[in-house]
Structures are given as C-alpha cells and as structure tokens.
C-alpha cells in the first residue's frame, strides 16, 4: 500500500510519496520532528468536510463570540470556497487562501498564470511562512502579529493534520487549466446517442452561431467541440476520457441527453470539470457534487410536484390508490421511481404498468388503462405519440402526466382527457413567460434560426450568455471551481430567464429553477391553453 506522508517541522516542510513501512523510518529518521502519516486526502477531507485524518472531526472556535462549529459545519469550504479563492457577502470579506496568495507566488515558477483579481485578499501583509500559516490556523494572528476577525474560526489542529492541510492549500494554486490559451477558451457539447434528432439539430445551431460571435466579441475566442457519444452507456466514460485527451476543454457547455446522462455527470464531477447547463430530463441530483449546474430538476422534479399534490389529496382520501404507466428504459421510469418512494413515504399504495420498451406508439396503453381503471389515481409518464393515442379516459378520479416529456403547451393530450388531466409543468405558463422569451427568440429569428424545439433552444442560448455574463466576472482567472462559485453568485441577477420564472444557485445547489405549477388544459375558441391549477410549488 503506498500512502503520502507529510512530515511536519516547525521550521520545515517535506512531503514524499513512499510505502507505509517507509514511513516509518521517515518519522525516525526525523526525531526533532513531530511526525505521523496521515492519508493523502486528510488535507481535502478536513477543507472540503471537516473530517480529520483520524477520521474525529473538525473543531472550530470563534472564542470571543463564544461559538465552536464541528465537522461539515466547521470546514474551510463553507467560507473560502471550493476554489479557495474566498467570496464577499455584504460588508463579510472572506480572503483567497490557497497556496499562492498566502504564499506570494513564491511556489510558482515565472510562468505561473496571473493571480486572479479577488476583492477579498489581503494586500497588505507579508507572505506567509508555514509557521505564520499554522498559527494564523491555530491562534488567528497573521504574520504581522495582527489578530484575524472572530469571524475566522481558530483550530487546533496537531501536526500532522496542519501538514496536511496546508499541503491542499498548496495544491488550490491557480494553476493552467486545460482548454484556456492566452487566445482561446475550449468548450465541449455532449450529445447522448439516444437524444432526439430533431433537438439535436436545434441545439446546435443555437451553439454554433453563438460561438461564432463570440469570436468577434469575446477577448478569448470560443472553440467548440461535439462529442458525440455512441453505443451502449458503459462505453461512454472511455469516449468521454478519449475525447477529452485529445480536445481538452475548460467546461462543458449546453448538450443534450435522451433518458440517461448520467456517466457523463460522472465524469464531469471526476474530472472535476464545470459541466453547465445541459439539456437533459433526468439529471442526477446527487448531495455534494459540484461541478454539474442544471436549470431544472427535469422529471425528478416533475414526480415531486405530482407526488406533493398526490399526499395533499391523500390527507382527504387516505386509501388513495396510485397506477403510473411508462415505458421501460425512458425517462419516465426514473421519474415513477422518485415518485413511488415519496408516496410510500405518506403510506399510499402505487403500482407501476410498464409499457415495452421503444414499443408501436400507443401498444400497450389501452391494457395498461384497463388496470389503472381499479385505481383512483392515474400518472402517465407518455411521450406524444402514446399520448395521442390514448382513447377515452377510465373512470379515474386523478390523472397526471409529464409535462416535459409531453411536450409542455403542444401535448396532443385528446380533449376527452382535458376535464381530468392535470399536467406537472416545471416551466412558467405560456400567457406569463412572453417577455422572458421575446429577447431570445428575437435573437433566434435575427440569425434566421429554425425553431424546432424552443424550449431546449431557449435554455441552449441561456447557458451560453450566463457563460458570457460569467466570463466578466472571471476576468483573467479561468479557474474551474471559481467559474461554478462565480455563477452561483450572478445567475439571480441574470437579467434573461427563459422559460422559468426565477433562477437562484445557492452555496452547493446544482438545480436554478426550483419548482412548477400543477396545470390544466383547457379550451377557448378553438384554443387549447395550459393555465396554472397550482401557486408555483416549491417541493
Ligand atoms: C466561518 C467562516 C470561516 C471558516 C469556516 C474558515 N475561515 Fe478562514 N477566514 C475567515 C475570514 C472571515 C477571514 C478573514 C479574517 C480577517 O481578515 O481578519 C479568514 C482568514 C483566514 C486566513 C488568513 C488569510 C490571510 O490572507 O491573511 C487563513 C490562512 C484562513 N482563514 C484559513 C482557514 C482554514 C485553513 C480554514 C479551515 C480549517 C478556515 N480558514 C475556515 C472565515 C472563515
């Protein structure tokens, strides 16, 4: 087994890769020295969770406020970022502390890239020493013998876990990031093998024409890469770890997935590369990663919102009986699954009919429907082409279907079903989102570019000028974590929201529109409109 050994010294630091029985001989070999071997990751486990080489926690004091924090809530990440690079709230100014700032640059070589402009950083002190920096840790004094705000919490940490520690902190210098040239900024698109065609198409020529003017605007030109993935899911890592040797890239922008993306959040959050905003129905909503931004939830959040409106009914009609129908393998499944967790939450009973998978549009439905009729609640997770088959409606007392996966205002939804159907729409509804839209699709139509799927189109364009937006906030420092933390900032200020009403990213959330109204069908002069049933939940 070969484990990384920091050998701590109050005067000096040394780090060396060797085998666990090296170690120990390392420690004797140092006897003036405080030293243990701690795992390679307890610098990252203590910023990043506050969890200590032994595995005890973090502990935080903040004497004179009479405060003490412990494990997660204590960790260095809550205050200086993943990045390290540090963050301003109001009038609070948290300073960058990775390696170079506290260290002035005397780590890196002559070709280190510029230190990114941070608000927060102290200018007006000497560099730090690894003793300095162990006893601003530990006691909150800078190296000009000047007390850090109460603010900061103290740690008593022991040698071998401060050593750790500022090992990490060394290694968050600003480093070269692949795909960032001194003229260029490389971008990948993913495309699943399975994403519609007709999407596809859409999406790239929103993609390409934004990328072209960003060659005449941007101080940086913008590259694009396709990766287009083929074959089966297992294979897809090894294309995506092949396409970025080849085409390295500073993020991955926009793209478009059928019902599973879920390797590629893998590989992005492995690789640790920003992966922003693409067009997928079942993100992964997974606690703790990172580097993945999504508008929305998808039909996760669909089979949320159907789930809360179901337990509401539940509290009037305790022995509610649910059926859900789908077909094997799309999107729906993932969705049915969120769901049929949530209602057995409540107690409710669910039953899941699943239609063959890429079946004859409508094959199986009308069976599926006949066993639904024992039900009184109905869920169908149906594209258009099984929805438009559907028939006349069973006797059930509540339907719900997908709005995403329907195809939002255009469902072919037949107009029997419309007095019972209510539809989980994720999305502002038509007569409210107008002016939200007019910019882009104004833009679209300047460019002469075909609308075949707006609301995929829309969000396209969206990510792209959050990217532009979030460039300027970069200013020359294309650091990945940086770019994420930066966006989380300014995406509720972003002036163009698309096809939802708001768009938020707190400190570690990955989804910007959080909720949808439960809508309804209905028709006028010929007319079919989606028209809010609901307040806009928030599950
Ligand atoms: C609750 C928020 C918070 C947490 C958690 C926190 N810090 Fe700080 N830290 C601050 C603030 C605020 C300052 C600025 C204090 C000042 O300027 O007086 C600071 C300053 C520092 C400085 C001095 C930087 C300089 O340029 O002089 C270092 C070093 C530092 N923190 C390291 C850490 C480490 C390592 C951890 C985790 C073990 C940590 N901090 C956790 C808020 C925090």
Redesign the pocket.
Known sequence: MRVLVRVWCPTRWSSSLVTASLAIAAACALPECATAAVPASAGES??LRGVLGSGAP?A?T?ESAGIS?QGAD???V???QRSGLGSTEGR??????TGD??FHGHVHGGDAPPLPYVES??GN?SA?TPAT?AR??REGV??EG????S???R?A?DDADMGA?VEY?KGLAVHRVPGVTPSELHFATIFTPDADPVKRRGVLDVLEHYIVEQHRLANRRWQLHVWQLTGPATTWRAQLEHHLQSEPVFAVLSGLAGSNWGPVHEFCEQNAIPCLFPNVEVPVAADGDFYSLYFSKGVLLEAELIGTELARLARDAPHLAVVQVYRAGDSGQAAAHVLTTRLREHGLSVRDQILTAGGASGRGVAAALREAGKANALVLWLRPDDIAALGSPPAVAHVYLSGLMGGLEVIPLPASWRRVARLAYPVDTPDHRGAQLNYPLGWFSFRKIPIVAAQVQVDTYLACSLMTEVSSHLADSYVRPYLIEQLQGMVEHHLVTGYYPHLTLGYRQQFASKGGYIARLTEEHGTVQVVADSDWIVP
């Open positions: 203590i910023y973090l935080g903040r924090t204590a960790a260095c809550n205050c200086h609070i100014l948290i300073p960058p502390i700032y506290l950083m102290h002190r730090y920096l601003a840790i800078d190296p000047r007390t850090l705000s603010l900061m919490p740690y940490l520690l902190l």
